[in-house]
């Protein structure tokens, strides 16, 4: 896009405290805002710059820093462009603010997030279980979660040692190595 | 007639109809088969159906009402089999006559909707609600088409009608006199059979097969042996009253089969239509054919 | 899967010649119209329509698909079964009609294939109901699908397809499994142990400590709780 | 003959009831449900009920090394599975900086509009299965083989081809292949005129989807509605033009559009983008004979590649719509974070369920069918 629009959305976004802007490329910006500002960061792009469409709200587990960074993807269709607005919250309690009476589409995803992260929106219409309806343990993508133990507690698999595979461990062959342990000399290009 | 004449007539007139039923079904599948380039099934496959339903293990009641029903649903066909001439046999046709097959052709709908009913299953119910609708659609412009035949013939002897119209030969053919009316019955027919466009009571991406959903077993087996007898009562009823019946066995089958080879063509290139689509064509095209068509025959 | 004990079964003495003759029709019929029930369980689902349709044709096979399951024959595990599937799955394959099949298709039912890591999806299908064939690869294709419904055919029609008694005679193992993964208060609304009775095939693997659990939890058979218009839960931490 | 416990269940008699519409339900596109509450058969109430098909993908990615994840991505959604490893490798791509040469984009773009080809015959043959006509179905799928029959011969995968992987693509072009494309091309083409007038000019098709899920340009744009469902109300966006990727900016196209968004004009807007994939393929074919050199970039050790810290969002118009990974690094040899948005986790929930109330009972497989719906994008 030219380079009219890149100032004009550069002089919009600096009306926000507290803002850091990066442009990747062209058609994408990437600005990093305090979680209070969010909900004016959108009202903004969203009112006044014509980014109407929430693509998605991605969440990232921050566990060493005890963070999860919630991302909001917009797009415009006016000035073909995405802004992804980062912002991080507490892990504890996990708290945040919907934004559904702005973008509907943040309901699918405020709900997914909710499941998967245990992250409560506050004025989500909707905070019900939806892919996970049956599952009682914790939310599963977060990092603490360690889903092979989980399988090792809960499930079993069937065992298959034929014996053309017991010949070939013999010679010394078909066992899979953990890739960790599986390190070749880095090819020169 | 004889007694032993008359019960041997009776027992082996629904057998025929069902070999030939089962003949048509195939038929019937074919045609899909070829419209849809693909083989299709192998010959006998519609009594491999029907014997292996009838040999499932499990047959899951809901209920007297439900035995009942299909027992309707299988009964009304098979009686009313017996009221069909066929060539070489006349049965109780004489007795019965047209207005009584008319009747007993409505039964099998009736027991499927008392049958379903006790499933509680409510795609079964919303299915038999579409499926007295449909038959509310098609049996008025059945009515005036058989209302025409039988004041043309001046008669509601199958038998006679048949006669009349084998008298003159082809001239002398439904088809030919009553043209009209024969197309009427024509689409009247198909609605009858439930296929495309008029598939409203199956339906499975609707409302998953209708009334047939609680159905296993015996009780699919039970409506696959009425699938049989509908498409032969539905086919040789058309014979008789358009098409002169049949005087040797060979020119009966052929009538039967080209008649149903009709909608069963046409089936499998549309879609099916909502329920008051369904009444709005049947009560509008078929019954003003059928009404000038009567004109004409008075 | 040595946990489970092979019974012998005393077959009825039949006297009647043309009772056999009979039972080999029956069989034959069998395994000559084989309806498949329309349930997409997982990602193998995809194969099957280029089987059923024009270019590969199931049904010069016999074989049909069917809606519901009170009419089908087989129940054709496509993939991967996730936990949630799995339930519906067990009660689908309580409410066909006996004889049944269960056909595993893809590897992910055979050992949980590339998800084995996956949290959600079941990896075992034999733990939780007894499986006829397992046809792997990922996905197989049509061929081989339908390769393994002829296999089916065959083994059906020499009479070797009995799985489904099998559920009913190791009914404890089976449920025991269920009630692991499902949780102990883990009911279906089919009465199988009754239904063992009815047919005969009660045995000693039918009842034990897990249909014991069962009778304790059991609530008198209702229709399935529809969960429309839940209440909001409490907001998790 | 008669198990003890089949009494039949009974409901107090009332004209609302409530009815599983899936998963087990041929109205359904794939492992799903909607709980509709009806009254007669109009729908009051429509709650979709997703997660029958979740595997936890984007945990298993957080498991697995970055080049493990390009078995796994396709997997994602199934009737269209080659946007979804492009999407992957274009996010890798990015973080490492990876230049891919020019071939490699071209044969991505062969690929990507192959499998579009296939998925919307695939999808108008299930839209026309719902509505009771099987014959469409049943050439649609038939036709859409043969597509799959050139995606195993240049992938090696008839389904799953998991050939684009971070830096270029798997293998080269088999000789001979671009001829044989063309050669489907055309057949396909030929069928076109079969399709319209078995299927898109039936006058009881037409009648029965139009005014079926109507949504107008304004909802389409709040609701989130993205891809051909969008572009049915009059909008003419797609990601291939107003945000560019490969080489979609060297080629000439037409983003076909209707107007009244109902599940007709979705399903004609399908059609029309099956035209302009067919004429796509086309200028890659004519124009493939003459870009030489390398397909794909030189990567490091797969099974020891750390790709540098960072995120990056990228997007692609995939048959159902806009398909985007986020996709987070932080620097070591598996992802930290992925999270895919499916076009479907917009149209599956929210859209199904808003479009459905006021429809009857018989609309409601129609509209999730034109609305391409695809479950396991939105379980994941």
Known sequence: MSKQITHWLDDLLAEIEGIVVRRKSSRRVRVDVPADALPALLELLQGRAGYIHLSAISCVDWIKEDEFELVYHVWSYESHSLVSAHIRIAREPGVYLSVYDLYQPAAFFERDIHEMYGIHFEGSPNMEKFILTEWDGPPPMRKEFDSEAYINEHLSWQEYNPEWLQELVAEGGGVIIPPEEQRFSQKKK | MSATELLIELTLMPLVAFVVGMMMVLMMRRIAAKLQRRVGPPFFQPLYDIVKLHSKRTQVSHGLIHDIGIVMAMGGYIAAETLLPVPGMNGIAEKGGIITLLYLMMIPSLGLALGVGQCANPNGSIGIARALTAMLAYDIPLVIVVFGVAYAAGTTNLIDIIATQQAGGFETWGVTQMPLLAIAGLIAMHASLGKQPFEIYIAPAEIATGPMVEMGGKYLGGLFVMQCFQLYTTAVLYVSLFLGGGTTWFDFLLKSFLVLAIPMSIAYLFPRYRTEDLLRLMWKWPVMLGLIGIAFVI | ?237 | MRPENYEAQRQPPSNEFELNFGPNHPGIEGNYALKVKLHGDVVLEAQADGGYLHRGFEKLMEQRLWIQNIALVPRICVPDPSPMELCYSMAVEQLCGLHVPQRANWIRVMQLELSRIAAHLFTFGGHAATTGMYSTMYWGVADRDLVLDLFEEFTGGRVYSIYNIPGGVRRELPSGFLQRVSETLDYIESRLPDYDNLFFKNQVFVKRAKDVGVMTQEQALAWGVTGPNLRATGLAFDVRRDDPYLIYDQLEFEIPTEESGDAWARTLVRRHELMESIRIVRQVVEALPDIHGPIRAPIPNPLAWNVPAGETYTRVESSKGELCYYVVSDGGPKPYRVHVRGPSSMHAVQVLEKLSVGSRIEDIAQTMFSLDACPPEVDR
């Open chain 3, 1 to 237: 899967m040595s946990s489970i004990k092979q019974i012998p079964v005393v077959e009825a003495k039949r006297t009647n010649p043309l009772a056999r003759v009979f039972d080999d029709l029956v069989r034959f019929c069998r395994s000559r119209s084989l309806f498949i029930l329309h349930y997409c369980t997982g990602c193998g689902a995809i194969e099957l329509p280029p089987a059923m349709t024009s270019r590969f044709d199931m049904e010069r096979l016999g074989i049909q698909p069917m809606v519901s399951p009170r009419q089908a024959d087989i129940l054709l595990i496509t993939g991967y079964v996730s936990i949630k599937t799995l339930k519906r799955v067990i009660l689908t394959y309580e409410q066909m009609g006996s004889p049944k099949y269960v056909i595993g298709i893809c590897s992910c039912t055979v050992n949980g294939g590339m998800y084995w890591q996956s949290y959600a999806t079941a990896k075992k299908l034999d733990e939780y109901m007894p499986v006829d064939l397992y046809i792997a690869g990922c996905m197989p294709r049509p061929e081989a699908v339908i390769e393994g419904l002829q296999q089916l055919m065959d083994r059906i029609h020499a009479g070797e397809a009995n799985s489904w008694e099998d559920y009913y005679r190791n009914y404890d193992y089976y449920l025991g499994n269920q009630q692991k993964l499902f949780g102990e208060d883990w009911q279906t609304p089919t009465d199988v142990i009754s239904e063992a009775k009815h047919y005969d095939l009660l045995s000693n693997g039918t009842l034990g400590d897990h249909t014991r659990l069962l009778e304790q939890h059991q609530k008198p058979l209702e229709a399935l709780e529809m969960r429309l218009g839940h209440e909001q839960k409490e907001p998790a931490k």
